[in-house]
């Protein structure tokens, strides 16, 4: 068999990022899997992990990993950090026509590189394979708790970022003591997944949506809202999930009824820009909006949720909206406002427990297609462009590379 070299990249996006997509245990089990593959360690001071874990593990340290054949990172690589003509494996965030990576994929399509996205890696049924999802949203569902403690001075919790690991996060969190708060947590994949997580480990009981929006509780109470919860057909008739995904225009939001009851939300569902918003900047005005506290796990700014209108840093995770002039304001600045949490890298804030994770889906998912046969063309399905051109499932973003 051909020899592979596989080199794991230092990240370089600022902020800094400290995940890694290959922990050194898992590349110890790549190595022993495939004698056919090396694998590059590019020195790093802010990697979770020591450069000296990854050479005890066999990795080779090196300066430079643009000779590899195959190149792994997690966020965005630099353009001064691309390798011509190689295979770059990153989240470019370029597949939404995201305005400011339009240079990144121009300059990737100039240097020939074959780009693979993790974002469009997926199985025949369209599921993701390999993702960050659940731990944005185990950090996500508790930076949304500490928020509320921190806005009605309730109780104090150390940053995610400050805890070793996710068994120190639960020992931080176990010590909550909530009072009787209606959470609405939108969404039904690993991020919602990740955040019933910590709701249930902070022992908050889980109600039906008919029970959130009906009945009385003397406890603290969340609910999961999946689409049909929350959207309705224009005009009256039954919710049918394939019409809403193939014609979003034919449903408007029902959010409305959760927002007169919640106190929190947290918000972890995928928002299609053809879909209704979850609510406008008209209903966050109006006097039976209750939230008070977002925990914007999502992100998208200008995008469902009004109040999200910019993305918060690991270091300055919140801020308040005030919905009656639309403008942000410092945080916990007045109780009509909303205060927004919209950090857009939170399972950076947990990065050894995250990058076990995506390891995991990497060594069992993944590297067996890069390696052998691509079974089911899940790499190429998940190639934007290669040798200057963008691939046929992604020629829609040909307007976009040409500044249109």
């Known amino acids: 068999m051909q020899e592979l070299k596989i080199g794991i990249i230092k990240e370089g996006k600022v902020p800094v990022d400290r995940r890694v997509p290959v922990t050194p245990t898992q590349v110890e089990t790549l190595l022993n899997t495939y004698d056919n593959v090396t694998v590059h360690c590019q020195r790093s001071d802010i990697r979770c992990f020591e450069d ?4 005890q593990a066999g990795a080779i340290l090196v300066d430079d990993v643009s000779d590899c054949d195959i190149i792994l990172g997690v966020k965005e690589v630099p ?3 691309l390798a011509d003509g190689k295979t770059h494996f990153f989240f470019s965030h370029t597949i939404k026509k ?15 590189i074959r780009l693979v996205d993790w974002e469009c890696l997926t199985n025949l049924q369209h599921q993701r394979l390999i993702a960050f999802g659940r731990y944005a949203g185990i950090v996500g569902a508790y930076n949304g708790i500490l928020t509320y403690g921190k806005r009605y001075n309730l109780f104090h919790l150390r940053p995610a970022n400050e805890c070793f690991d996710m068994e120190d996060m639960k020992k931080e969190y176990s010590k909550v003591k909530l009072p009787a708060i209606k959470i609405a947590l939108t969404g039904g994949g690993r991020v919602s997944k990740g955040a019933m997580e910590v709701l249930t480990g902070m022992k908050i009981r889980k109600v039906s ?50 927002a007169k009851k919640a106190d929190v939300l947290i918000a972890g569902a995928f928002w299609d820009p053809k879909a209704p918003v979850l609510f406008t900047k008209e209903d966050a005005n109006r006097s039976e909006f209750k939230i008070r506290v977002i925990a914007d796990i999502t992100c998208d700014i200008e995008g469902s949720i009004p109040s999200t209108i910019r993305p918060s840093t690991i270091d300055d995770p919140v801020y308040d909206y005030n919905p009656s002039d639309n403008k942000e304001e410092s945080a916990f600045a007045d109780e009509g406002n909303i205060t927004v949490m919209a950090v857009d890298n939170l399972p950076c804030e947990l990065p050894r427990n995250a990058s076990e994770d995506f390891g995991k889906e990497f060594l069992k998912h993944i590297l067996p297609n890069l390696v052998g046969e691509d079974k089911d063309r899940i790499i190429e399905r998940a190639t934007i462009c290669q040798n200057g051109k963008l691939m046929p499932d992604y020629a ?9």
């Open 209 to 258: 949506p008919v029970e959130f929006l009906t009945e009385y509780f003397n406890e603290p109470v969340y609910t999961q809202l999946n689409t049909r919860d929350y959207n309705q057909r224009i005009g009256g008739g039954s919710f049918s999930r394939d019409e809403f995904y193939q014609n979003p225009a034919n449903y408007e939001s029902s959010f409305g009824q959760y």
């Open 79 to 81: 353009i001064n950090m």
């Open 98 to 112: 995201q305005e400011y990576n339009r240079g990144l994929l121009q300059t990737i399509l100039e240097k020939q």
């Open 52 to 55: 000296s874990e990854y050479q």
């Open 396 to 404: 829609y973003l040909q307007d976009f590379v040409d500044g249109h």
